[in-house]
């Protein structure tokens, strides 16, 4: 055998990690993604996707974590968190040669209570899908996260993560509207829903202007005997 040449790091660069997460939620009437304001160069003022180096002794999804605590005050194992994609242009940003993992977040609404780092001027929501103009290519990342998640809820119960523990079916309906853009026939949707097997009822009600809907829940028990299958459209 040869001799073996010593690994020497010096002779190589260290391009910057980072992460950015796309925190998507259901309020107001849309789909809405949670941006902080930039405090500081570069892009100073303009609105990002939070996000924030990696420590050295830290994974990638330990510091998406800890980003989406620190921005948003949750933190825990019941916080639906998947990664979604590298964004590594060269020229993505101008301090250095940066890499970042892109995740996705959804959060149902009533669980945030925002609270920007000391390194953003504000945070605040906005609409998912006409937001304002965005630093760096945080435009291509929350496209891919609006695309990623609209196939999701086609396929997966994703949609329920976007929902309080009880909701009619008319609150589920509205959720499939805000994700797709588009209006669905009630009469076929419930029809769909209730067959699919992915939810329960409930002896509670939600009393209005109208007559008293009835609340459901989602299964959590149907997502591991259901085989994988369009949902809904």
Same mark, same amino acid.
Request: proline residues 8%; aromatic residues 8%.
């Given at each position: 055998?040869?001799?073996?040449?010593?690994?020497?790091?010096?002779?190589?660069?260290?391009?910057?990690?980072?992460?950015?997460?796309?925190?998507?939620?259901l309020r107001q009437g849309a789909?809405?993604?949670?941006?902080?304001?930039?405090?500081?160069?570069?892009?100073?003022?303009?609105?990002?996707?939070?996000?924030?180096?990696?420590?050295?002794?830290?994974?990638?999804?330990?510091?998406?974590?800890?980003?989406?605590?620190?921005?948003?005050?949750?933190?825990?194992?019941?916080?639906?968190?998947?990664?979604?994609?590298?964004?590594?242009?060269?020229?993505?940003? +101008?301090? #250095?040669?940066?890499? $970042?993992?892109?995740?996705? &977040?959804?959060?149902?609404?009533? !669980?945030?209570? =925002?609270?920007?780092?000391?390194?953003?001027?504000?945070?605040?929501?906005?609409?998912?899908?006409?937001?304002?103009?965005?630093?760096?290519?945080?435009?291509?990342?929350?496209?891919?996260?609006?695309?990623?998640?609209?196939?999701?809820?086609?396929?997966?119960?994703?949609?329920?993560?976007?929902? +309080?523990? #009880?909701?009619?079916? $008319?609150?589920?309906?509205? &959720?499939?509207?805000?994700?797709? !853009?588009?209006? =669905?026939?009630?009469?076929?949707?419930?029809?769909?829903?209730?067959?699919?097997?992915?939810?329960?009822?409930?002896?509670?009600?939600?009393?209005?202007?109208?007559?008293?809907?009835?609340?459901?829940?989602?299964?959590?028990?149907?997502?591991?005997?259901?085989?994988?299958?369009?949902?809904?459209?």
């Amino acid at each position: 055998m040869g001799k073996q040449e010593r690994y020497d790091p010096s002779q190589y660069e260290r391009p910057a990690v980072t992460v950015d997460t796309v925190v998507l939620v259901l309020r107001q009437g849309a789909l809405q993604v949670l941006l902080i304001q930039r405090k500081n160069w570069p892009c100073e003022g303009m609105w990002a996707i939070p996000g924030g180096f990696i420590k050295m002794d830290e994974s990638l999804a330990s510091a998406a974590r800890r980003e989406l605590a620190e921005e948003t005050g949750l933190e825990g194992p019941g916080i639906y968190l998947e990664q979604l994609y590298t964004f590594g242009d060269p020229g993505r940003d +101008p301090r #250095t040669r940066v890499i $970042t993992a892109a995740y996705l &977040a959804l959060v149902c609404a009533d !669980r945030i209570v =925002l609270r920007p780092a000391s390194d953003a001027a504000d945070a605040a929501w906005f609409p998912a899908y006409d937001p304002p103009p965005l630093a760096f290519d945080h435009d291509q990342i929350l496209s891919c996260a609006t695309q990623r998640l609209r196939h999701k809820i086609e396929h997966t119960p994703a949609i329920f993560q976007l929902l +309080p523990e #009880t909701f009619t079916l $008319t609150e589920l309906q509205e &959720a499939y509207e805000h994700v797709l !853009r588009q209006e =669905l026939d009630k009469r076929n949707f419930r029809r769909k829903m209730l067959s699919s097997g992915i939810l329960a009822g409930t002896p509670r009600v939600r009393s209005g202007d109208h007559r008293p809907a009835k609340l459901y829940r989602f299964r959590e028990d149907a997502a591991a005997e259901s085989r994988p299958r369009r949902l809904y459209p």
